[in-house]
Each structure stands twice: as C-alpha cells, then as structure tokens.
C-alpha cells in the first residue's frame, strides 16, 4: 500500500483521461444519453448513501435494503428484487477483478482541510466546500483529476457562493488553472443538471432502458 497520493495505484492506475471514459462507455451510450447516464448516476449515487453501517449481519443487511427500497426508492423498484446474495458476492468478485484489486482511493477531504486552514479556517467555507466535494462523487472529477485539485476546484466553487475573496491566495496556488476550471464546470453542470431533473418521475424509464443480467435459475 502506497504511503502518498503520488506512488499509489490511485495515481498510477486510475487517474483516466476523457478518451479512456468515453471508449469504456461506449455500449453505455448507445443505450442511453450523456444526460441519461449522469441522471442514472446521481440515482445510484444518492441511493448508496441513504443507509450505511459498518459490518452487520447478513440477515440485517436484507431487511434494511428492504426497508429502505420500500420506503425510500419505491418510485424507481415497484417489483421484487430478483437477485440473492451469491449474485451479489459474484459480483463484488468481477469488481475485484476489474478493479485490479486496487482498493486504496484517496480523496479530496484531507487537502481541503489543510487549505482551509491556511486561509484561517473559515468554519462556512468548509461546511460548504465539504458538501460540494460530495457533490462531485456524482460526476467523473474523481476518475479524471488527483484529489488535490479536486478540492481546490470545490473551495473556488463554495467561495464564489459565500462571496469570500480569496483571489489573491488562488493566484499564488502553483496549480494548472485550466484543469481547476475544467472541476468547477463539471460540478456546476452537475447542479444545472440537477436542478431540472425530476428523480421520481424519470428514474424508472431510465432504469428499463439499462440492460440487465439474467441471473442463473436457483438449485
């Protein structure tokens, strides 16, 4: 396990450029929109963050899944779940596998922190700039830019909204401002996006339209 950023597996193997994106997706679009698949993205997105625990019981974990789809996501499953748990142990299987076993993921939240602090840790910014960097695990910052970037492109983001000016201290950051900018559009499209998509109604055509495994009939 790398110590840093710089000699892990994060950096090495999964920092992606748009051309390596766009050909893994390419059966995905051909099903569905960019709009569509961002859509189904912040679905699943919003969905896995609902309910966490740490490790529980097997037969715990399917009654919360239960409750919560029914009580929660019943607009988007209105019939039973066809899948079991060694369907979903498979799966976690081939993920491995694709993953390459690389299960190291450093995130934005530790650089953000040590740079609200040199600006004098501003209580607000944080809370804000925090949010906006859960944001972005709803778009493909995190596959494309190291994490460092990441949180300076969602602290410029939470200074414009609280109207904070800290253009001097940006201008001394010895950073690519291009790719800075290219963080701040994607998250803003993101919330563009967002604000005009109405989940309940659209999730469950969009779901239908996403092909899906036929799992093995139960011995």
Known sequence: MAGNF??????????????????????????LSEEEYQKIFIFFASASKVEEFGVISNSRLLTTCQTVIKNKFAYAYNQEFPYRTNHILECEFYLLENLDCCLIVYQPYRPLLQMVQDLGHEEQLLTLAWRIVNDSLRTDVC?????????????????????KDHKSWFAELNVDIE?????ARCIINLYELWKQYDEKKEIQGLLNKMPKPKPAPQR
Not at 9 to 30: A, F, G, M, N, V
Not at 179 to 183: A, H, L, R, V
């Open 6 to 31: 710089w000699q892990s597996s994060h950096h090495q193997q999964w920092l992606l450029d748009k051309q390596d994106l766009i050909r893994e997706r390419q059966y995905d679009l051909s099903v």
């Open 143 to 163: 596959l494309l830019y190291p994490p460092y970037q990441i949180a300076i492109g969602c602290l410029q983001i939470a200074c414009v909204i609280l109207q």
């Open 179 to 183: 790719k800075i900018q290219e963080i």
